[in-house]
């Protein structure tokens, strides 16, 4: 049965199996072990927050606001602690690794999701300067500054690392420039990052999902609006028209996002799979993507695109 969920999503099976009977004694598959996931006040980090404290996890759950963390505690077990985290802020995320070294010990952390994201969206031509910034600061050198204050941690419990990629970090499409670019390099983050360590033990993984249902939609849509009726004229006539279609493209892909259910399923995989994969497609949007760009041209996906999305060319 799926209950409501106060996160933009809906939470996982309540009758979810979270219990494994081992001989004797009784252990939750998380076992206690300390996960941390950046961007858990909504969304898919609040869904696999409480997932995994559903799982037995101890997770620290990363957030911005002081009532974020309020409400995931309130919704989570008594392990569940937030950490005010903002990735673009070294010292919150030094003083969030101090609250994690101070719980855990010698433990060490056994996971660490990064999922705090943005989407900035639209013409390259016009996209301040400042808010393709923000976009990479947010998305790919945070990723990094999180990363590196974590890693001695996980070294220490043989952990693993899941970053929260996008299909928009494998196929692009016209004004998703901005955020493309941050999963893109996200992606390759990911795969130097997993040859790096993988000396120690540790594993990294991308999720890669496809539309979810989550409230960026809706943040990124007002944020656009405002960029746009900020931009000069003469520009916003220019690309009336991309505009006009994209918008549309993307109010029908909005309407067709899945539930947070899919990726946070992913991500337990990514989490405690004996042989965990290097990526994971969500969604059939994602796979059907990821497919189009491994088998066609550039040339025969641009007219395709252009015809679906029914571009001016
Ligand atoms: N929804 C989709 O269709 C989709 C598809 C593919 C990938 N993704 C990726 O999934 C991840 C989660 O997004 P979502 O869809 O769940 O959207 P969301 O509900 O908007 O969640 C985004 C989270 O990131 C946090 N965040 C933003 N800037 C931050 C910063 N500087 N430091 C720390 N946290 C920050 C937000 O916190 P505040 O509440 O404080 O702003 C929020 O908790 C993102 O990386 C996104 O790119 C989403």
Redo the contacts with the bound molecule.
């Keep these: 049965m799926e209950q409501a969920y106060p996160y933009?999503g809906h939470c996982p099976k309540a009758d979810m199996v979270v219990a494994l009977r081992l001989g004797e004694s009784t252990m939750s598959i998380g076992d206690n072990r300390a996960v941390v996931i950046?961007?858990?006040?909504?969304?898919?980090?609040a869904a696999c927050a409480l997932h995994l404290d559903r799982l037995g996890f101890t997770v620290f759950a990363?957030?911005?606001?002081p009532e974020?963390g309020v409400a995931l505690q309130k919704a989570g077990s008594d392990r569940l602690v937030p950490l005010e985290?903002?990735?673009?802020d070294l010292a919150t995320i030094q003083k969030s690794r101090a609250v994690v070294v101070d719980a855990t010990k010698e433990r060490g952390l056994f996971g660490l999701i990064n999922?705090?994201?943005?989407?900035v969206v639209g013409p390259l031509e016009a996209v301040p300067i400042s808010d393709l910034r923000q976009q990479l600061e947010?998305?790919v050198i945070?990723q990094v500054a999180v990363i590196q204050v974590f890693l001695p941690l996980i070294r220490q419990a043989r952990g693993r690392i899941v970053n929260?990629g996008?299909i928009a970090g494998l196929s692009t499409m016209p004004l998703m420039g901005p955020y493309s670019a941050s999963k893109f390099a996200l992606e390759a983050i990911t795969d130097a990052l997993r040859l790096e360590v993988q000396q120690w033990g540790i594993h990294v993984a991308i999720v890669e999902?496809?539309?979810?249902a989550?409230?960026?939609?809706n943040?990124s849509a007002i944020e656009a609006a405002e960029r746009e009726a900020s931009i000069e004229t003469e520009l916003r006539t220019l690309y009336k028209s991309v505009v006009t279609a994209m918008r549309k493209v993307v109010g029908e892909a909005s309407k067709r996002?899945i539930p947070p259910d899919a990726v946070v399923k992913v991500v337990e995989e990514a989490l405690t799979a004996p042989a965990p994969k290097t990526r994971y497609l969500v969604g059939t949007d994602a796979k059907l993507r990821a497919l189009m760009v491994r088998l066609l041209p550039d040339r025969i996906s641009d007219k395709l695109l252009t015809s679906i999305l029914k571009l001016p060319h």
């Design positions: 933009g950046t961007g858990a006040s909504t969304g898919i980090g990363g957030v911005r606001k974020d985290l903002d990735v673009t999922n705090a994201g943005i989407a947010v998305n945070g929260m996008s999902p496809g539309a979810i989550t409230p960026i939609w943040k996002a």
